[in-house]
């Protein structure tokens, strides 16, 4: 068998860095108080309650659900 090698092992690391580091960073953004992306005004899920208000969203996400 192959051993792992430092190659490997930084291919796997920015492979994944890639991949998840946008997911990362989203999910940080969607709790953003503003409605710019590009500004940071604090904390918030507002967005969320907003999304939760929204009837189509809902059947949207109950017609994923069936």
Known sequence: M????????????????????????????SFNKSKLVTVWAGFSTHWYGELLSNQSMLDAAWVTVK
Do not use: D, E, K, Q
């Open 2 to 29: 192959r051993r792992f090698s430092w190659f490997n092992a930084t291919s796997l690391t920015l492979g994944f860095a890639f991949l998840y580091v946008p997911m990362i960073i989203l999910i940080v953004y």
